[in-house]
């Protein structure tokens, strides 16, 4: 590791201490999202009845996966690219493409923020089809996912001499 200052040190072990975080609980929704979806097959499989609550539990649980693992990947920098261009560039040029790609990333996350507020204004209280849950418990995913990458575009910003972007 370079020798960096003890605010740049601080942001890197935020930034892991943040993929674990983040990484652990996707995991543990994705669990809950294979047992669920083993749960309901199994039982269509074999025309048991009172697992209709299984999908209703894996839905939402892909929510969560989704919009955690995509927040994950922008904290990781390992989500889809455009290298191409980088390859070809000078590196004043590859440091304004990765601040074009930082706002343009914030800009994406503002929005989904916004609208994801909006839904959750709007349908957090509306009780799902068959647990009857608030609503709100899937419409989080997006508040969750959203800020994650508005915190990640913020730091893509503010920040210099990051890791791989």
Do not use: C, H
């Not at 920098?77 to 914030?106: M, P, Q």
Request: glycine content about 10%; cysteine-free; hydrophobic content about 55%.
């Amino acid at each position: 590791m370079k020798n960096l200052g003890q605010p740049q040190q601080k942001l890197r072990l935020l930034i892991k201490r943040s993929e674990l975080v983040v990484g652990t609980i996707g995991v543990l929704f994705f669990i809950v999202l294979l047992v669920a979806t083993g749960l309901g097959t199994i039982s269509r499989y074999f025309n048991l009845g009172g697992f209709e609550w299984s999908f209703e539990i894996a839905g939402a649980s892909f929510i969560w996966v989704t919009f955690l693992g995509a927040a994950l990947a922008e904290l990781r920098g390992e989500n889809a690219g455009f290298d191409l261009l980088d390859s070809y560039a000078s590196d004043r040029v590859k440091e304004i493409l990765k601040k074009v790609r930082a706002l343009l990333l914030l800009v994406v996350g503002v929005v989904f923020l916004k609208s994801s507020l909006a839904m959750f204004g709007q349908s957090a209280a509306n009780p799902t089809a068959i647990l009857r849950w608030p609503l709100g418990t899937q419409i989080a995913a997006l508040v969750v996912g959203s800020l994650g990458i508005v915190a990640v575009a913020l730091v893509r910003l503010i920040f210099r001499n990051r890791e791989k972007q």
